[in-house]
């Protein structure tokens, strides 16, 4: 597929996150400040706790306390696009405020011309430096008022000797990062949390550690009223399989998956979906965001999909709430359904 250029992505990085929202607009938003310039780590690999970027892509100061707000804990840079990318630009759209936790800085990616972990010529800290790039990108794209970083080193998939290095996401204790996620959890005082289940998705470590965070931090802050899993049900991926091969993508060549396309080993059982948030009005910005990730897209086999399935892989987010305070009735078709 033809692949965007990196300096795209970054030069997209540069917009106002104002730009970004008036392009996509579909309900007026109140006013925000503009993007302040993006913040360098600078460094070898190692932990970076303090590396923050908040509040660089929206206001600061307190938030009104009928201000409804979405917190979603994420693992990586790129990984808010794929099942919440939606979510994130609808309801920003709709002015509740979006604060985006990114645990690390996604330093096991690939490099720059597609160079992996391993190979010659990867650098990590180089590597993190152009995905932090690429994240504000993206999070400029989708409207999201506050990204804080919390400087975490990628534990690479599973079974990988980086699991537990020094300084990774996996690989320090939970205790020791779980106040960093309680202060955020108190300062901005989300009534609706997003992360993963408690297999990560599809086995990360990473994404299993994010998970644990954003449950613990829910339930010992007794702060969210709702928390939510993102989900992707088995007959979309089915779906979205059968239309890849018949629109002649080669599969073969996704990376730590080798699965039978009539039988994959990930997603969810349909039934256990709760949440179902229509946003085929974001789809536009969420393809935008996701191409600001730009040095990751190398297996973006749903790039290359014919557009009505793009429409149908993107147009619809799925979620399975986990914990709920509200008192809603489930299915649901709103994350703040009986808190507004």
Known sequence: ???????????????????????????????????????????????????????????????????????????????????????????????????????????????????????????????????????????????????????????????????????????????????????????????VVVSYDERGGYGHPDHIRAHQLALAAAEQSGIPAKVYYTAMPKSLVRTAMTAAREAGVDLSDLPQIDFDPDNPPFGVDDHLITTRVDVSADVSAKLEALRCHASQMDNAFMLNLPEAAVASFFGTEHFIRALDRSGAGIPESDLFAGLR
Do not use: F
């Open 1 to 191: 597929m033809d692949r965007p250029a990196v300096t795209k992505a970054r030069h997209a990085g540069r917009r106002s996150a104002p730009t970004a929202r008036r392009h996509y607009a579909r309900r007026q938003l109140p006013a925000r400040s503009e993007r302040e310039g993006a913040v360098t780590s600078g460094g070898q690999p190692g932990p970076d706790p303090d590396w923050r970027c908040r509040d660089q892509l929206g206001e600061t100061g307190g938030m009104p306390q009928a201000q409804l707000t979405l917190m979603l804990i994420h693992a990586h840079p790129d990984d808010e696009v794929m099942g919440t990318g939606g979510v994130i630009h609808h309801y920003a759209m709709e002015g509740v405020s979006t604060v985006l936790v990114t645990c690390t800085g996604g330093e096991l990616g690939d490099g720059p011309g597609g160079v992996k972990p391993g190979q010659p010529g990867h650098d990590e800290v180089r590597v993190r430096m152009m995905r932090r790039d690429e994240l504000a990108a993206s999070c400029a794209v989708l409207g999201v008022a506050h990204l804080e970083t919390l400087g975490y080193l990628d534990s690479g998939m599973e079974g990988w000797p980086q699991n537990h290095r020094p300084g990774s996401l996996a690989g320090t204790p939970l205790a020791t990062e779980l106040p960093k996620v309680l202060e955020l959890v108190d300062r901005y005082r989300p009534q």
